[in-house]
């Protein structure tokens, strides 16, 4: 199974970016995708996640109304569109595929590698 993140960069706060992240040798429909991300010295946090369908998705209060999941399942890839980006959003991000979902890190099965993300002020 490999998940593999892109769409990372160097941007100015208000911008935006697309992450996405394609699967391979995974099941791609049969799981929950989820976004994640971990800043520089802190743990690695929820950002997203979003239902086997697509119709249902989660967010992170502090990414709601700026930030959208979305997935495609002909293309085994899910999306992250970040908006209004600020500071505060500078980390890695890593997507993850979950038999279970939801907002903790053990209940996804595989991960990505990881794109960075830097918003400068």
């Known amino acids: 199974v490999q998940l593999q993140a892109s769409g990372g960069g160097l941007v100015q706060a208000g911008d935006s970016l697309r992450l996405s992240c394609a699967a391979s040798a995974l099941t791609f429909s049969r799981y929950i995708m989820g976004w994640f991300r971990q800043a520089p010295g802190k743990e690695r946090e929820y950002v997203a996640h979003i239902s086997r369908s697509g119709v249902d998705t989660y967010y992170a209060d502090s990414v709601k109304g700026r930030f959208t999941i979305a997935r495609d399942n002909a293309k085994n890839t899910v999306y992250l569109q970040m908006n209004s980006l600020k500071p505060e959003d500078t980390a890695v991000y890593y997507c993850?595929?979950?038999?279970?979902?939801?907002?903790?890190?053990?209940?996804?099965?595989?991960w990505g590698q990881g794109t960075e993300v830097t918003v400068s002020s």
């Open positions: 993850a595929a979950g038999q279970q979902g939801g907002t903790i890190t053990n209940a996804y099965q595989y």
